[in-house]
């Protein structure tokens, strides 16, 4: 673990005879790594902090470790201890990570699915079976709920029903960054209905505003 929160949790954990997982380091190096001026306040929280302070900040990183977000069963409690998790850390080191949970979909499970959302995030825009290059979509998203019948109607617009295969929509019409312009590409109605019914489980614990980040797990 090279990143310096990382580097600083491990000191911190050896320090009080505890042992920090690659995982939990990880995950707060990654929830902190676009914080810029941020990262050197949150190294010299964790080192000047007392023992007790340590043991609290390495629990809340090994929890938010432990919840890697991965959808399916039981992904709804991880997710929303992981967003509980990230929360309190973010209070103890003064600084707002860039994303509340982070929400995982295994490419073996749902591969047109990952597909569809890597090439999302790279700029391959679909519009139904046309694909063209355009700005990459945001792995980072905002849940807006009551927004989301309007933004699936602008997603959709234009773009013809086609059994037997679904209109995936990335991002989902769910979150603020949907709508009008998101990538819709044909995939297998199986493959669509089952990751956007445990997508949309997994963050159902989760308020209004909350951040997801989106990524696939190969």
């Known amino acids: ?45 964790i080192l000047a902090a007392d023992d007790a302070h340590k043991k609290e900040i390495i629990k809340l990183a090994e929890k938010i470790g432990k919840n890697h977000g991965e959808i399916g069963p039981g992904a709804r409690g991880r997710l929303k201890r992981q967003a509980e998790a990230r929360t309190r850390i973010a209070g103890h080191f003064g600084v707002k990570g860039d994303y509340d ?11 047109h699915s990952a597909d569809h ?33 309007n933004n699936r109607s602008d997603s959709l617009r234009g773009i013809a029903t086609r059994p037997p295969d679904d209109r995936d929509e990335y991002p989902p019409a769910m979150y603020k960054e949907g709508g009008r312009g998101a990538s819709v590409k044909y995939i297998p109605t199986a493959d669509n209905t089952g990751s956007g019914s ?13 951040r997801v980040r989106i990524r696939v797990r190969h």
């Open 101 to 111: 949970a982070e929400m995982v979909i295994p490419r073996s499970k749902y591969p």
């Open 117 to 149: 959302i890597e090439q999302a995030q790279r700029g391959e825009i679909w519009t139904g079976d046309q694909m063209r290059q355009g700005r990459p979509k945001p792995s980072i998203v905002t849940i807006d709920r009551p927004n989301a019948d």
């Open 1 to 45: 673990m090279s990143h310096p929160i990382a580097k600083a949790l491990e000191e911190a954990a050896e320090k009080i005879g505890m042992r920090l997982t690659k995982e939990a380091g990880r995950a707060v190096s990654d929830m902190y790594k676009q914080a810029g001026h941020g990262t050197e306040k949150v190294v010299k929280n």
């Open 198 to 210: 445990s997508m949309g489980s997994a963050v159902r614990g989760l308020p209004e505003g909350s």
